[in-house]
């Protein structure tokens, strides 16, 4: 297919690499697959342990047809696939952030061990997604993004929409509440995840996988394919041809991931309403393709980028539903005039060839650009003396009578705090729930805290209470909450510094956070505080919190 001198071949050809050649046919590889053929490492996230990935095993059977049929050799190798899902609430979510440096480092790992000519990226959930295309820039080699595809809505329609996994939490207040009894709450965990797929809400998974879209990392139109459609495993099928393509052509990642694709991307997450938790993915991934890519570019791009598709939580349908609309490519052609239309895809080709083609669209998901749902974007960015940094919301999922909003504090250094109150009914309307030391450093691990905010939509109070925290959110979270605060707590940030009845101003539409105390009260209650112990095991949690940079940072860790 052409010149291209082949990465592989290096340490493959005859007799120097007979060695290497040996241990790989010990394998079941033959000369036929050594021999002047492309090396594609299939990275593959598959687990029994999450629904995101617990079928990606039959996908890569697929992937590995592809690259075949193109002339190449697929090798596969397995890396974690986390599910935030079953961290919730528990000490396994400490570990969910910091898994997607483990998953870059992982594939970093096996390519450059392994000479790899190009890489397919098998994942589909919250932090396995932004870890994948971490390793991807990073290595800067040919590389696709293939995803499992979102899970199908449950078979019940509980609180006025189809029921999902954020349904059990948001059940748990009606629970607490009195609201439901235990039976029908049992009855919803059997019946709000049907099968496989990562969740069908608009939380970090799906926006990730449609944020990959966007940047060119996988074919388009293929991110929003259901898990269990045909669909899914032709087009994994097609990404293997693809990437054999890809490597003859030289089209490598960074190629894709540059200033333009990323502004793709988040232009499409402020559009589609996407998941805070994309404040800290983009800048790492960023990061590894050797830019910069600060909170106040993001809140640039979404205040000039209308919100035109409404999926839940911004409203009542799901992900399947935003397919069924037109999906990632239909909200990019209406999106047409504000996106880098010269920018490329895996495909070669560019955006304005892929869209050229596509009619606009308007329908009860997708709005044009004429009428969007909201006028500015899905993530909005904070600042005062309160987060001196910054701090991350989404005010598409915000009551607008709660897009200023000032309360009395009431105080906790950790999450479990905060949930033990809520269960005992002590959060009240007119409060400010400050939930601190749940950083990178300070929790460590930057724990999600899904499960507060919707057991604060369960009992009622979703519009009559805020949360803020230097912890993060779940991008299926709606009221009123600001997290990633930094500085964080751990690094005397003056969240640490506020105290129950403080009085705290959340100014959303302004993007302020003010907490009513002169800076020279703040510097002096720091100066007294005393940071909780927190008993942490040895091992990764331990190294992370000494060299994981902060939230506004993207909580990456360093590696130039």
Same mark, same amino acid.
């Given at each position: 297919m052409g010149n291209v001198e082949l990465?592989?071949?290096?340490?493959?050809?005859?007799?120097?690499?007979?060695?290497?050649?040996?241990?790989?046919?010990?394998?079941?590889?033959?000369?036929?697959?050594?021999?002047?053929?492309?090396?594609?490492?299939?990275?593959?996230?598959?687990? *029994?342990?999450?629904?995101?990935?617990?079928?990606?095993?039959?996908?890569?059977?697929?992937?590995?047809?592809?690259?075949?049929?193109?002339?190449?050799?697929?090798?596969?190798?397995?890396?974690?696939?986390?599910?935030?899902?079953?961290?919730?609430?528990?000490?396994?979510?400490?570990?969910?952030?910091?898994?997607?440096?483990?998953?870059?480092?992982?594939?970093?790992?096996?390519?450059?061990?392994?000479?790899?000519?190009?890489?397919?990226?098998?994942?589909?959930?919250?932090?396995?997604?932004?870890?994948?295309?971490?390793?991807?820039?990073?290595?800067?080699?040919?590389?696709?993004?293939?995803?499992?595809?979102?899970?199908?809505?449950?078979?019940?329609?509980?609180?006025?929409?189809?029921?999902?996994?954020?349904s059990l939490l948001e059940g748990l207040g009606m629970l607490q509440n009195g609201e439901i009894t235990e039976q029908t709450y049992y009855h919803l965990e059997d019946v709000a995840c049907v099968g496989c797929g990562s969740c069908s809400f608009l939380g970090t998974a799906n926006t990730m996988c449609a944020v990959a879209e966007a940047m060119g990392m996988c074919l388009p139109g293929t991110s929003m394919i259901p898990a269990v459609h045909a669909a899914r495993l032709r087009k994994a099928q097609e990404s293997g041809r693809r990437i054999v393509e890809m490597?003859?052509?030289?089209?490598?990642?960074?190629?894709?991931?540059?200033?333009?694709?990323?502004?793709?991307?988040?232009?499409?997450?402020?559009?589609?309403?996407?998941?805070?938790? !994309?404040?800290?993915?983009?800048?790492?991934?960023?990061?590894?393709?050797?830019?910069?890519?600060?909170?106040?570019?993001?809140?640039?791009?979404?205040?000039? *980028?209308?919100?035109?598709?409404?999926?839940?939580?911004?409203?009542?349908?799901?992900?399947?539903?935003?397919?069924?609309?037109?999906?990632?490519? @239909?909200?990019?052609?209406?999106l047409k005039d504000m996106i880098h239309s010269d920018a490329i895809s895996c495909t070669g080709e560019t955006w304005a060839e892929i869209l050229k083609d596509l009619p606009e669209t308007e329908n009860e998901v997708i709005r044009p650009l004429q009428k969007p749902w909201h006028p500015w974007g899905s993530i909005g960015v904070v600042k005062g003396n309160l987060a001196p940094n910054g701090g991350v919301t989404k005010p598409v999922s915000i009551d607008p009578g709660m897009l200023k909003f000032t309360g009395t504090a009431i105080c906790f250094d950790s999450e479990d705090e905060a949930a033990e109150a809520l269960a005992q009914h002590r959060i009240k309307p007119g409060m400010v729930v400050v939930i601190r030391y749940e950083g990178p450093k300070g929790c460590p691990g930057m724990r999600e805290l899904v499960r507060i905010m919707?057991?604060?939509?369960?009992?009622?109070?979703? *519009?009559? !209470?805020?949360?803020? *925290?230097?912890?993060?959110?779940?991008?299926?979270?709606?009221?009123?909450?600001?997290?990633?605060?930094?500085?964080? @707590?751990?690094?005397?940030?003056?969240?640490?510094? !506020?105290?129950?009845?403080?009085?705290?101003?959340?100014?959303?539409?302004?993007?302020?956070?003010?907490?009513?105390?002169?800076?020279?009260?703040i510097t002096r209650r720091l100066t007294e505080v005393k940071k909780p112990v927190r008993e942490v095991a040895p091992g990764y949690l331990r190294l992370y919190a000494q060299i994981a940079e902060s939230a506004d940072k993207g909580a990456i860790i360093k590696n130039r």
């Open positions: 990465r592989s071949q290096k340490v493959l050809k005859r007799p120097l690499w007979s060695t290497i050649r040996s241990l790989l046919k010990a394998v079941g590889y033959s000369d036929y697959d050594l021999n002047d053929r492309p090396i594609i490492g299939i990275a593959n996230s598959w687990s *029994t342990v999450s629904p995101g990935h617990a079928h990606l095993n039959k996908i890569s059977e697929y992937v590995k047809q592809g690259i075949y049929q193109a002339g190449g050799t697929p090798v596969e190798f397995g890396v974690i696939g986390v599910c935030d899902g079953i961290g919730n609430g528990n000490v396994g979510m400490r570990y969910c952030l910091p898994a997607r440096d483990l998953i870059a480092n992982e594939v970093e790992t096996m390519a450059r061990i392994n000479n790899l000519d190009g890489i397919v990226l098998l994942g589909s959930c919250d932090k396995v997604v932004p870890g994948l295309l971490m390793a991807a820039a990073r290595l800067d080699i040919p590389a696709i993004f293939v995803n499992g595809g979102p899970m199908l809505g449950g078979d019940i329609v509980f609180d006025g929409r189809v029921a999902d996994n954020g490597v003859y052509e030289g089209l490598n990642a960074r190629k894709l991931i540059n200033d333009k694709g990323i502004e793709n991307a988040v232009s499409l997450c402020m559009a589609i309403g996407g998941s805070t938790n !994309v404040a800290l993915h983009i800048p790492a991934i960023a990061y590894e393709a050797g830019m910069e890519y600060s909170l106040e570019n993001l809140d640039r791009i979404s205040r000039k *980028t209308p919100h035109l598709a409404k999926v839940h939580p911004a409203g009542p349908l799901n992900v399947i539903d935003f397919e069924k609309a037109g999906g990632v490519l @239909a909200v990019m052609k209406n919707k057991v604060i939509y369960g009992q009622g109070l979703s *519009t009559s !209470v805020a949360l803020i *925290t230097d912890g993060r959110f779940s991008g299926t979270n709606n009221g009123c909450f600001v997290g990633h605060i930094s500085p964080e @707590a751990a690094e005397n940030g003056p969240i640490a510094a !506020v105290k129950d009845d403080d009085t705290i101003t959340i100014d959303i539409e302004n993007g302020g956070i003010h907490i009513d105390l002169s800076d020279e009260e």
